[in-house]
T-cell receptor, first 113, second 114 residues
Framework: KQEVTQIPAALSVPEGENLVLNCSFT??????LQWFRQDPGKGLTSLLL?????REQTSGRLNASLDKSSGRSTLYIAASQPGDSATYLC????????????FGKGTLLTVNP | GAGVSQSPSNKVTEKGKDVELRCDPI?????LYWYRQSLGQGLEFLIY????????KSGLPSDRFSAERTGGSVSTLTIQRTQQEDSAVYLC????????????FGPGTRLTVT
């Protein structure tokens, strides 16, 4: 059974700092990995998707990397801003018959002005 | 374009009552998922619909939960005889069958069972 772990559970940083969020998964036979952002009381916003054959994806100040063999992904946020404050969720799909996502419990990020 | 929409956004119900939650996926997306987000369990898969195939119900927690998808578009999740442990946010996602299988989520329905 796939299990996804995110470290740290919470992170507080001053504005402008670069930061890294970590995600690990127990079964390396994944189809893809998605990083999401969730604001309080809201749904999930997809940030980046990495296919199993890819090593990284970039969007603006965000960069996500994937090391499938070691079961790890990182989300790098450059020059953090107060508007980046949210919960960040990592999810993996193992493909198969339904491509369902298995989620970590998230990292609550607070960027202080 | 329009994203995934869900209704109602909030639902408060008494224990023992039945509730229906609705999801409108992105137009053209043939696959649809329901997930549940609760404080203790995080986000967990409930059910998957793909085209006209039989749904994958492997994540439903009990037989009080059921879902249907009409015309390959709108989906309804029904919870019968609600219990307090059913209180959670119910999220719907859709995807276009393609190489990426990227899932797009709706805003969710917050269900509170009193």
């Amino acid at each position: 059974k796939q299990e996804v772990t995110q470290i740290p559970a919470a992170l507080s940083v001053p504005e402008g700092e670069n930061l890294v969020l970590n995600c690990s998964f127990t079964d390396s036979a994944i189809y893809n990995l998605q990083w999401f952002r969730q604001d309080p009381g809201k749904g999930l916003t997809s940030l980046l998707l990495i296919q199993s054959s890819q090593r990284e994806q970039t969007s603006g100040r965000l960069n996500a990397s994937l090391d499938k063999s070691s079961g790890r992904s990182t989300l790098y946020i450059a020059a953090s801003q107060p508007g980046d404050s949210a919960t960040y969720l990592c999810a993996v799909s193992s493909g198969g018959s339904n491509y369902k996502l298995t989620f970590g419990k998230g990292t609550l990020l607070t960027v202080n002005p | 374009g329009a994203g995934v929409s869900q209704s109602p956004s909030n639902k408060v119900t008494e224990k023992g009552k039945d509730v229906e939650l609705r999801c409108d996926p992105i137009s053209g997306h043939t696959a649809l998922y329901w997930y549940r987000q609760s404080l203790g369990q995080g986000l967990e898969f409930l059910i998957y619909f793909q085209g006209n195939s039989a749904p994958d119900k492997s994540g439903l927690p009990s037989d009080r939960f059921s879902a249907e998808r009409t015309g390959g578009s709108v989906s309804t999740l029904t919870i019968q005889r609600t219990q307090q442990e059913d209180s959670a946010v119910y999220l719907c996602a859709s995807t276009q069958i393609s190489e990426s299988y990227e899932q797009y989520f709706g805003p969710g329905t917050r269900l509170t069972v009193t």
